[in-house]
């Protein structure tokens, strides 16, 4: 199993461009999460979802989106992005109190 | 006040030294506590999570929980220089959807 992978490991964007950080698991996790981390500032939960379908708000969804069509997938959308985005975004998945993590996304607004 | 605090460090000890790495917390209703391992650039490792109060053991690494003065630590037996790294903690409530919150991390540096 490769447990949780993110799409793409860097990327640079302009401000007011969209794009989408892709996470897929393939261990059934019933939960998935999107985190983000900034430098000395632990990491801080953007959305999650419980199970297809169902999706809810963290602490700092605001600039994102995500859908939970599938299990398996939990895509993370910045629209309009600004330079507050440039951080390290984190997908995990569990299925009880533990969670597991992607390998990050490292993203940068200039 | 932050619901987790957490020394920062940057903390550095010699090969086979104990490792005592700690957290508070503000919110009592936290029943579940975890610490995670992050290396450079990666993604973080679960190590150990502990229900409620008391200790956990797994090899070289021991939790402990006190939930009468909200603290949390994580001890490392003989470290290691591959235990260089972040510690963090985190915690959730009971019957949560398991949303994590995180302290800020420790940097932990084993010299050999």
């Known amino acids: 199993n490769a447990g949780v992978t993110q799409t793409p490991k860097f990327r640079i964007l302009k401000i007011g461009q969209s794009m989408t950080l892709q996470c897929t698991q393939d261990?059934?996790?019933?939960?998935m999460y999107w985190y983000r981390q900034d430098p000395g500032m632990g990491l801080k939960l953007i959305y999650y979802?419980?199970?297809?379908?169902?999706?809810d708000k963290g602490e700092v969804p605001n600039g994102y989106n995500v859908s939970r069509s599938t299990t398996e997938d939990f895509p993370l959308r910045l629209e309009l992005a600004a330079p507050s985005q440039t951080s390290v975004y984190f997908c995990?998945?569990?299925?009880?109190?533990?969670?597991?993590f992607g390998p990050g996304t490292r993203l940068t607004v200039t | 006040q932050k619901e987790v605090e957490q020394d920062p460090g940057p903390l550095s000890v010699p090969e086979g030294a104990i490792v005592s790495l700690n957290c508070t917390y503000s919110?009592?209703?936290?029943?579940?506590f975890m610490w995670y391992r992050q290396y450079s650039r990666k993604g973080p490792e679960l190590l150990m999570y502990?229900?409620?109060?008391g200790n956990k053991e797994d090899g070289r690494f021991t939790a402990q929980v006190d939930k009468s003065s909200k603290y949390i630590s994580l001890f490392i037996r003989d470290s290691q220089p591959s235990d260089s790294a972040t510690y963090l903690c985190?915690?959730?409530?009971?019957?949560?959807?398991?949303?994590?919150?995180f302290g800020s991390g420790t940097q932990l540096t084993v010299l050999p």
């Open positions: 919110n009592s209703a936290f029943q579940y």
């Open positions: 502990t229900y409620s109060s």
């Open positions: 995990a998945g569990g299925t009880g109190y533990e969670q597991y």
């Open positions: 985190a915690m959730t409530f009971s019957g949560s959807a398991r949303q994590l919150t």
């Open positions: 979802s419980v199970g297809a379908g169902i999706t």
């Open positions: 261990m059934n996790h019933n939960y």
